[in-house]
């Protein structure tokens, strides 16, 4: 039998885990989630070259022929990525790209921003611009997330 598009009360609950694969229960980030959604081989992908391909699909109408002139590999950057402490999750908006510390080719011309991501800390972020073909590093120092107030149910007479 096929489901009723109203389940009735039975189907409202929590969302699951999976609507929401980068945060816990607690606010703390789930690092495992991410790392199963992190780009294959990163280290060796060039990040920001997929959206190029797409406008450049988007924009030819007709097929190419078949005696076309290999696609010239994309200009790129190295970043170094590291943070203090070592072991965050580098994600940008769109891709999570693994754990530092990270070697990473960028695209150039384009401006990306990542975040850092580790349970315990605040989330970092970093926006940047790659100009052309060079190498640079990126290194942020993670700061603890505060504890919360716990509050007692008892207070001391004064």
Do not use: C, M, W
């Not at 929590?14 to 980030?29: C, F, L, M, N, Q």
């Not at 943070?83 to 695209?107: C, D, M, Y």
């Not at 970093?126 to 716990?150: D, N």
Request: overall charge positive; aromatic content about 4%.
């Amino acid at each position: 039998a096929a489901p009723t598009p109203d389940a009735g009360p039975a189907a409202a609950g929590p969302p699951a885990a999976a609507d929401k694969p980068d945060v816990k229960s607690d606010d703390e980030p789930d690092e495992e989630a991410l790392l199963k959604t992190a780009v294959p081989n990163a280290e060796i992908a060039v990040i920001g070259e997929e959206d190029s391909q797409a406008e450049t699909h988007a924009k030819t109408a007709r097929p190419p022929r078949a005696a076309a002139r290999p696609a010239a590999r994309p200009v790129t950057a190295v970043l170094h990525i590291t943070s203090a402490p070592s072991g965050a999750v580098v994600r940008t908006k769109a891709q999570v790209l693994g754990r530092t510390p990270l070697n990473i080719h960028f695209k150039a011309g384009n401006i990306y921003e990542i975040a850092f991501i580790k349970a315990g800390y605040e989330t970092a972020t970093r926006r940047f611009a790659v100009r052309g073909p060079s190498e640079r590093r990126i290194a942020v120092a993670l700061k603890k997330r505060p504890e919360p107030k716990r509050t007692s149910f008892f207070h001391p007479h004064r």
